[in-house]
């Protein structure tokens, strides 16, 4: 069973950076998709930013397109979100997800079932 475990939130000022890291457990294939995601209070989930292990391929938001960049340590078996100049906007609870799943494409975006989630971790930033 794969267990995922978010960290690396916190508080910025507003063009500040951070990196989240997501450590994954349990997983034996590259036929996973795993991304990020974000809720702020009172708005629905958002997708973020995935990664296809199998190629590698990456899929964006355009809200985060040029600013974040999702990669995977396979030796390390984690997955980071490096987050560059951040906005007031970008304030949210983040979740690292997974789904096992063969995409035959170069990329897998955020609208697959992902049915594997972490605990999440607070990102705050301010004006």
């Known amino acids: 069973q794969v267990h995922l475990a978010e960290s690396g939130g916190g508080s910025v000022q507003a063009g500040g950076s951070l990196r989240l890291s997501c450590t994954a457990s349990?997983?034996?294939?590259?036929?996973?998709?795993m991304g990020w995601f974000r809720q702020a209070p009172g708005k629905e989930r958002e997708g973020v930013a995935s990664i296809y292990l199998g190629t590698r391929g990456t899929y964006y938001v355009d809200s985060v397109k040029g600013r974040f960049t999702i990669s995977q340590d396979n030796a390390k078996r984690t997955l980071y979100l490096q987050m560059n100049n951040l906005k007031p906007e970008d304030t949210a609870m983040y979740y690292c997800?997974?789904?096992?799943?063969?995409?035959?494409?170069?990329?897998?975006?955020?609208?697959?079932?992902?049915?594997?989630w972490g605990q999440g971790t607070q990102v705050t930033v301010s004006s």
């Open positions: 349990g997983y034996t294939s590259s036929d996973y998709c």
């Open positions: 997800a997974a789904v096992r799943v063969r995409v035959y494409g170069p990329y897998c975006d955020t609208n697959y079932h992902f049915n594997i």
